[in-house]
């Protein structure tokens, strides 16, 4: 049986044009065949021209659907990625990505790996990771007006730049906090190092089990951000003091708009989006690398012959007596 591989590039670029002919040309030397959207053949032909139009490519829709595919490999930045998994959700296929952008946090390999990524697929080095995604549900009025989905965060933000929006937080059917704000982020660990880092939130490691509820810019005394249970449920409600109108964006792609008195039901998504996985690299050391942290200084874990063992008897620093804070 023949094994496709879709090819998902930002063909407005160069460096990602390029990297999709090197691609596809692999693969078809490899006895592989590539599978590409018809608005990107049409674009590579344009740019490329009659070398390009001579490769076999497949096209999604006509020879071949998504599910045929065994994985995506995505040329671009975290944007790419996410426009991929948009394209995909619903058919079962691990996205690889090579970042060919900023930060890419989502990408597997860097583009110098280019050559190595298309190795990796074709030997099938490579395992599939598990992403959370949220399920996203709008009502008005006690009405059901639509739903949606996110892999990073679903923000619910002020509609008009001069004004503020008042918003009310609910987790788990009880109201947490209200207060006017730019808007409140609600957010997975993937995207704990999207919009809900840019607004304060704390980084999350991609295997805690967790959602994350990020205030922008809230005028409160309490507008801390919160870190609660993975099944729970994250609620925001559009309060109508001034009917003032407020905006969904998933992904920063996707938006709806929210009049006063709507209300959006986050939860966990049944669907997680698939990650095709090569390096086991820690995610310390990603958020170092990517965001280029200062760790001057550091020596290391101590070595297991120079490890103190505690006293079994004694006091305990910190013991009864000694308030040292904490959960109640």
């Known amino acids: 049986m023949t094994r496709r591989v879709l090819v998902l590039a930002h063909t407005g670029r160069r460096d990602a044009v390029d990297a999709a002919v090197a691609v596809t040309s692999r693969l078809h030397r490899e006895g592989l065949t590539p599978v590409m959207l018809a608005r990107d053949v049409a674009s590579l032909t344009e740019t490329v021209g009659e070398s390009f139009a001579r490769l076999p490519v497949a096209v999604v829709g006509d020879e071949v659907q998504l599910d045929d595919c065994e994985v995506g490999m995505v040329l ?38 280019l050559d190595a990524s298309v190795h990796w697929v074709i030997e099938q080095d490579y395992t599939v990771e598990e992403r959370m995604a949220l399920d996203v549900q709008i009502w008005h009025s ?8 996110a892999l990073n965060e679903a923000s619910i933000e002020k509609h008009s730049r001069e004004r503020m929006v008042d918003l009310v937080i609910e987790i788990d059917g009880r109201p947490v906090s209200a ?17 809900a880092f840019s607004a304060g939130g704390p980084v999350v490691w991609p295997e805690v089990q967790a959602l994350l509820v990020v205030p922008i810019s809230a005028h409160a005394l309490f507008s801390r951000p919160l870190v609660v249970a993975p099944d729970s449920v994250m609620a925001v409600e559009v309060l109508p003091r001034e009917d003032e109108k407020g905006m969904l964006w998933c992904d920063g792609r996707r938006a709806s708009e929210l009049p006063a008195g709507s209300r959006i039901e986050v939860t966990r998504s049944d669907q997680p989006v698939l990650l095709a996985r090569v390096h086991q690299t820690p995610f310390s050391e990603r958020l170092v690398d990517k965001f280029d942290l200062p760790t001057t200084g550091w020596r290391g874990p101590v070595e297991p012959h120079n490890t103190v063992i505690p006293p079994t008897t004694g006091a305990i620093p910190g013991g009864p007596g000694r308030d040292v804070g904490g959960q109640g």
């Open 179 to 195: 207060f006017g704000c730019d808007g409140v982020v609600l957010a997975t660990p993937t995207g704990s190092t999207a919009y």
């Open 142 to 149: 006690g009405q059901h007006v639509g739903s949606t989905w």
């Open 76 to 113: 671009g930045g975290d944007g790419s990625i996410l426009r991929a998994a948009e394209l995909v959700r619903g058919a079962n296929l691990p996205l690889m990505g090579v970042n060919l952008g900023h930060v890419g946090f989502l990408a597997e390999s860097e583009r110098t790996e």
